[in-house]
């Protein structure tokens, strides 16, 4: 399995990325600068955390114009693995790989701490790891995470399963407490209609050692290995 | 050619919550000022744009909107071209 | 018109003739560059001849306090610097360790507080920025902040404010870069009442071979401008007044500073990679005093010249006179020694991070600071007199009265009473002093880097070093009602929690650096003041084997003529050999002993109790037996070493009854309560809420608790069983023999967690 | 007693950076937009209010910039009183 992590300047979790990629996942994983224009034939795609372009004007809106975003929208076109990690998750919304939109957080502030997320939905290349309704224990720490949508969109995103981490109580419960950011229908992450392209709040890389105090993001690195290496026999 | 001070307002859609204006209005409450209704808080752009007309400048102004400078998913925007925006002169 | 003794022709080249449009040296225009006629008249012994404008202000911001040290430096010669690990003592733009393995650990510390205190928000931004700069021109990649700082009484809304724009910068700026915060401090209190004190401290890891230091050498070699463009930003940062400046509106030469987070990210990365390239001699950080300070130290540390020309430096602004450019105080700049004929190189390194580098002079070996306009001269001074020559003073320090007073102030009306402490246990807690900093550290991102084993909330920060098995353990500290009442103990206070903090995650200390902010030391008192904090910090660092490896000194922070609290913040750093034995402060399970390693004594004095219960500051402050000290915190390290504790945690301001609720808190989840008793014979606002030093609460397996009590004897530490650990959700009980404090664990977790948001949210 | 809307821009002062106002400009230039001076980036905020008369209004509105809306040391601010400024149009 092969990797790549794009790196946009002002990423500053792509470091991370590639750690847990390659040191815990043992995958041949590399940097790519945003500059290029050609992804090569990675198996996934990451689009770090981070502040590209400072997140001036708003987070993501610079940065998708980067060439490579044209080559991972070819690349996820093709049915391309592509995984958004905060920052990443801001510039697939702003790029358009991804509905809807991340605006600042309803508390005006940086919010930075472990929050419990649910999977809702265990079929994605994603999460097969996980059980459905797992509650995991993973950090954010964003200002601009309160995901937004039209009502129709909402909809058909909860009528396609495609709300793929949910805010919750630690129990699993949702509503007082749960949502760190007043993102609608307490979304934390979500995927596009043909399931290739994942987009998330939460930091899982940062959850994927037991001496960070958490291992519950790993399972999102291991569905990913899993999900490649069966894409690559059949 | 000449040059267009172009003021760019960029709003949170209507009807979206705007968590920011509510704080400012909460604030502004809460510092004793009174009758002060809904608040809403926005971005402002003030570029300098040359170009042949007015007409022209907005045209661009406007593209440079929907192209990069507000979201269409939460934010709509208006143009003004050539108020001499620049320098807002500071009230005393 | 003074010094007019000689028309000048210095050695070497033309002399410097006064550029059209300069004042004309009057010894007004000297007095407003805060230099004394004695200090002018050295200045032109120097130069053989009248300054220009433009060297009249390179000297007045080299031989500033903040440059030059003129009332400190003799005092900070005394501090032990030296230590077989020590790779960079103070000098640099950090100081270095070795933490084994091949690795390095590069820090330092850096006060913001003045700029601060004019715009909360960009000053502490600023601040950070800075440090980091600091770090990374060392080769250090920075892994960690942390932010010790000190705010008047909350309860007044201009505190508020500053408290709030502070940790947004401070949070925004180290944000954006990615660069994780691991701890430090916030203390409130009416000494700091418009004068905050703001000091950012920042770690930074690189291979041993990696370190580069801040030198110029290399006759013909390049000197670049790299990074942001210089505006007029803090011109008069190192010494005077706008208004003396002349007609110019207030609004063309701001004095506040303005972050740009981002392109510091990019100048990291840019310098990192330069630095790896090996196409640099050196390299340092433009910041206080700009390019004259980065230029003239580096030439001064290497004993090689310098040449500018002020024409081909990168401005923001048109018409910038050499005088503007050569003290503006831009963020986000480096001056960079390149190797001569690899400046493309360079360049394209830049280049790939969308960052302008600008040629702006050589390297010379003529020992001079030379600055060219446009080809023309504007000044020529000796190097080595410019950075080394600054007059140190030895000042007059005698205590003031009105704090002998308060010291000697008898504090028995306040320590009596018995039975039902819970109010006042609850009330204490609710203290902005003692509440969780909770507020504070969920605004910065504490987990990016994924090396952050102990975060934000606990005794001290924690990080791995990849690749290894340890882990660097680091802490600011100072009370600075401490060091008001009677400074010496303060600063040896100060130095001994430090270490306490470090010992009790498993740390053993190893080096410090520090911030020392005072008023202003040409007032006895003031200089008393600097004089026994930095002999005490002398005699605590000499004794823990903490060498000082660099630090700040920030002075006359005052507001109207009243200074702030004495206030020497330690910024140390030790190393977990393993960490499989990192240890935390939260209690962990049931039916653990909870043990008191240390003895109460009798001691209220300087307590937050009395100031958050009585609103005085008063009394002498709790003894401190550095030698006791030190034993304690062999002890602990000898016992987390044998894997007997589940927990430790330091006891400091609030007491006994403070360090075990923080313990049986677990920070917030599951909250233990806990059966405590206290057999000692003394009054319980003491015995609770008592400071006294060299005291930890651990906690063990029962079936440890005897190897504890026998490790804890062969060092003469006092080893106390004091109760149990309850269930979660239980009631938190600590008991004497005449008071008692009975809580539901969880209406003590509201309190704790509740206090600053209800202050800072809730307007 | 009637309702303004008041329109308040507030903009960094002249001289201090503006990081995210050349991020802007940066961007604009790379997407291919020519003729791009500089940019400035503040804020804007529409603020009803009940007054007795368009001066009153516009002195309220000054304090509240003096008093919470704009920082005295980086910002200035212009205030206008009266244009239906609350909903700008969406250019399409
Ligand atoms: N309180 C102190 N104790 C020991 N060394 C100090 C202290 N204050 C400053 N220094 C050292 O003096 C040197 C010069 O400091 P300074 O001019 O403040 O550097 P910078 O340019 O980073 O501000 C630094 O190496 C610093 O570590
Ligand atoms: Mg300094």
Redesign the pocket.
């Known amino acids: 399995m092969r990797a790549v992590v794009v790196t946009f300047p002002g990423s500053n979790c792509d470091y991370d990325c590639l750690q847990v990629l390659r040191k815990v996942m043992g995958v041949d994983t590399r940097f790519i600068w945003h500059r290029e224009r050609d992804l090569g034939d990675p198996d996934l795609v990451v689009l770090p955390g981070g502040f590209s372009y400072g997140d001036y004007l708003r987070a993501g809106a610079i940065a998708r114009f980067s060439p490579i975003v044209e080559a991972v929208k070819r690349y996820a076109g093709r049915g391309g693995i592509v995984l958004g990690i905060c920052n990443g998750f801001q510039i697939l919304c702003e790029a358009g790989l991804l509905p809807g939109a991340l605006r600042r957080n309803n508390s005006l502030k940086f919010r930075s701490h472990d929050v419990h997320v649910r999977v809702e939905t265990k079929d994605t290349a994603f999460t097969r790891a996980y059980r459905a309704g797992q509650v995991l224990r993973i950090p954010i720490a964003h200002a601009e995470g309160n995901y937004i949508a039209d009502p129709a969109t909402l909809e058909r995103l909860e009528a396609e399963g495609r709300v793929v981490f949910r805010y919750t109580t630690r129990e699993g419960a949702r509503g007082e407490g749960g949502n760190p950011n007043g993102s609608a229908n307490d979304i934390a992450g979500i995927v596009n209609a043909a399931g290739n392209v994942l987009g998330l709040m939460p930091h899982p890389e940062r959850a994927a050692e037991g001496v960070l105090g958490s291992t519950d993001g790993l399972g999102m690195f291991e569905s990913l290995v899993a999900h490649c290496a069966r894409a690559r026999v059949a | 050619m000449s040059a267009y001070a172009i003021e760019i307002r960029v709003t949170p859609r209507r009807g979206l919550l705007d968590p920011q204006g509510k704080a400012i209005q909460h604030a502004l409450d809460s510092l004793g000022f009174a009758g002060v209704g809904e608040v809403r808080a926005g971005k402002l752009l003030v570029i300098e744009l040359d170009a042949d007309s007015p007409d022209e400048a907005a045209a661009r102004a406007t593209r440079m909107c929907e192209k990069l400078l507000a979201n269409p998913v939460t934010e709509d925007f208006a143009i003004e071209v050539g108020r001499n925006a620049g320098q807002p002169e500071a009230a005393t | 018109m003074i010094g007019a003794a000689s028309g000048g022709n210095g050695s070497g080249p033309a002399a410097p003739e006064p550029r059209p449009g300069d004042p004309e040296i009057t010894p007004e225009l000297v007095a407003d560059h805060g230099l004394t006629p004695e200090e002018y008249n050295k200045i032109v012994g120097h130069l053989g001849r009248t300054p220009t404008f433009t060297e009249l202000g390179v000297f007045s911001a080299m031989w500033s306090e903040?440059?030059g040290?003129k009332n400190?430096k003799r005092l900070?010669r005394l501090?032990p610097?030296e230590a077989p690990w020590v790779i960079q003592?103070?000098?640099?733009?950090?100081?270095v360790i070795d933490i084994g393995d091949g690795y390095a650990l590069a820090f330092?510390i850096?006060s913001h507080n003045h700029p601060s205190a004019v715009e909360p928000y960009q000053g502490a931004a600023t601040g950070i920025g800075?440090i980091l700069r600091?770090v990374f021109t060392m080769g250090a990649r920075p892994v960690a902040v942390l932010d010790s700082l000190h705010f008047g009484d909350l309860d007044s809304s201009r505190v508020r404010y500053l408290f709030d724009g502070v940790v947004r910068g401070a949070g925004d700026y180290g944000n954006c870069v990615g660069i994780p915060n691991l701890g430090g401090e916030a203390y409130f209190d009416r000494g700091y009442e418009g004068n905050p004190i703001i000091n950012v401290m920042c770690l930074g890891i690189m291979k041993r071979e990696q370190l580069i230091r801040g030198e110029a050498h290399g006759d013909g070699n390049t000197l670049m401008a790299v990074g942001a463009r210089t505006g007029r930003d803090g011109i008069h940062g190192a010494t005077f007044a706008s208004e003396e400046l002349g007609e110019d509106s207030d609004a063309s030469r701001p004095q506040v500073q303005v972050g740009d987070p981002f392109t510091e990210k990019l100048l990291l990365e840019a310098s990192l990679e330069l630095i790896r390239s090996g196409h640099i001699v050196g390299i340092?950080?433009m910041?206080?005093a700009g390019i004259t300070?980065?230029a003239s130290?580096m030439a001064g540390r290497s004993g090689s010249g310098v040449v500018i020309d002020t024409a081909l430096v990168p401005v923001r602004e048109p018409g910038m006179t050499p005088y503007e450019i050569l003290l503006s105080e831009s963020q986000e700049r480096m001056m960079v020694v390149v190797h001569r004929g690899r400046e493309e190189e360079v360049r394209q390194i830049l280049a790939k991070w969308e960052l302008e580098a600008a040629e702006v002079g050589q390297v010379t070996s003529d020992g001079r600071f030379r600055i060219l306009e446009d080809g023309r001269p504007v000044a020529d001074i000796p190097a080595l007199p410019l950075t080394e020559g600054c007059p140190t003073y030895e000042r007059e320090g005698i205590e003031g009265e009105e704090v002998r007073a308060q010291r000697e102030m008898d504090l028995t009306p306040y320590a009596g009473g018995d039975g039902d402490r819970t109010a006042d246990f609850l009330r204490l807690l609710a203290s902005p002093n003692l509440a969780s900093r909770r507020w504070i550290h969920d605004q910065y991102d504490t987990t990016v880097r994924t090396a952050s084993v102990i975060q934000p909330g606990g005794d001290a920060g924690v990080l791995r070093v990849r690749g290894t098995r340890r882990g660097i353990a680091v802490t600011t500290d100072c009370s600075g009602r401490y060091t008001y009442l009677e400074p010496g103990t303060g600063a040896r206070i100060a130095v001994a929690e430090a270490a306490r903090n470090l010992a009790c995650a498993g740390a053993l200390p190893m080096a410090v650096?520090?911030?020392?902010n005072f008023g202003n030391p040409l007032k006895p008192h003031i200089y008393y003041q600097l004089r026994e904090a930095?002999l005490g910090m002398v005699e605590a660092c000499a004794l823990f084997e903490t060498p000082?490896?660099?630090?700040?000194?920030s002075l006359y922070n005052e507001t109207s003529g009243t200074p702030i609290y004495p206030t020497?913040v330690i910024g140390m750093v030790g190393i977990i050999e393993d960490l499989e034995r990192v240890t935390r402060h939260a209690f962990r399970d049931e039916g653990d002993a909870i043990v008191l390693l240390g003895r109460n004594t009798d001691e209220l004095g300087a307590s937050e109790y009395l100031y958050a219960m009585h609103d005085i500051v008063g009394g002498r402050p709790p003894r401190v037996d550095l030698l006791a000290e030190r034993v304690l915190q062999q002890a602990l390290l000898a016992m987390i070493g044998e894997g007997l504790l589940r927990s430790a945690h330091d006891c400091s301001e609030g007491g006994l009854a403070c360090a075990l609720a923080e313990s049986a808190l677990q920070e917030g989840e599951d909250p233990v309560g806990i059966r405590v008793r206290l057999a000692d014979p003394l009054p319980s606002t003491a015995l609770f809420f008592g400071e006294a030093q060299g005291r930890a609460v651990v906690s063990c397996d029962p079936a440890n608790l005897e190897r504890a009590r026998r490790l804890a004897d062969r060092y003469g530490v006092p080893c106390t069983k004091i109760g149990t650990v309850g269930a979660i959700g239980g009631s938190f009980i600590v008991e004497s023999a005449d008071a008692r404090i009975e809580a539901d664990i969880r209406e003590v977790g509201a309190v704790y967690f509740g206090a600053l948001p209800e202050r800072m949210d809730a307007q």
């Open positions: 903040h440059c040290y400190s900070l501090l610097t003592g103070p000098g640099e733009n950090a100081g330092k850096e800075g600091d340092q950080d910041g206080a300070s980065s130290e650096t520090n911030n020392l930095v000082v490896t660099g630090g700040n000194v020497p």
